[in-house]
């Protein structure tokens, strides 16, 4: 079975710290992985994909690392904003091409 | 460029009624597939569909079937709605041979 644990559930932290949210996923046969941002009651939007042949993917503030061979990936927020308050999750693909969700690593910033 | 597309974006139903959510995928986007999102839950695949068949099929049962049209639009179909059928549906477009998926804002169905 294909399943994604993220660490920590939730977190809170003060404004201008750095973030870092763990993923891991048991099935390491991936095609990539993507890491999604939702606010509350919406829908998700796309922050990073990482391909399996990539160990990691930079925007902007953003920095996704992937260790696929232990099935693990890690998305740091640089001088976090009040507005990455969100849920983020962490997707990898796999070869029946769908994506496995775990539940979400909740932050809030708090100014 | 408009993204994916869902509508209606919140709906309440009775619990035995039947109902039917719309998406319209990212332009250029030929692969559709929904998920049900649970309050306090990761999203869960609920199945795809790519040149108007249903390709692949999650664990969720036969109440739950879907259409993809030419244009390749879709709608997601449940009947006999349980108070368990209560979440954010995400409807998620791809490009075949491209990576990477695009989700639209979701419906949220609420049943009584």
């Known amino acids: 079975k294909q399943e994604v644990t993220q660490i920590p559930a939730a977190l809170s932290v003060p404004e201008g710290e750095n973030l870092v949210l763990n993923c891991s996923f048991t099935?390491?046969?991936?095609?990539?992985l993507q890491w999604f941002r939702q606010d509350p009651g919406k829908g998700l939007t796309s922050l990073l994909l990482i391909q399996s042949s990539q160990r990691e993917q930079t925007s902007g503030r953003l920095n996704a690392s992937l260790d696929k061979s232990s099935g693990r990936s890690t998305l740091y927020i640089a001088a976090s904003q009040p507005g990455d308050s969100a849920t983020y999750l962490c997707a990898p693909t796999y070869g029946n091409n769908r994506l496995a969700f775990g539940k979400g690593n909740q932050v809030v910033v708090i100014p | 460029d408009a993204g994916v597309t869902q509508s209606p974006t919140h709906l309440i139903k009775t619990r035995g009624q039947q109902v039917t959510l719309r998406c319209s995928p990212k332009?250029?986007?030929?692969?559709v597939s929904w998920y049900q999102q649970a309050l306090g839950q990761g999203p869960q695949f609920i199945f795809q569909y790519y040149e108007e068949e249903e390709r692949q099929r999650g664990n969720f049962p036969d109440r739950f079937s879907g259409h993809q049209f030419p244009n390749y639009s879709s709608e997601l179909n449940v009947n006999a709605l349980l108070l368990g059928d209560s979440a954010l549906y995400l409807c998620?477009?791809?490009?075949?041979?491209?990576?990477?998926?695009?989700f639209g804002s979701g419906t949220r169905l609420t049943v009584v």
């Open positions: 099935d390491s046969a991936i095609y990539n």
């Open positions: 998620a477009s791809s490009f075949t041979g491209v990576v990477g998926y695009t």
């Open positions: 332009s250029g986007h030929d692969t």
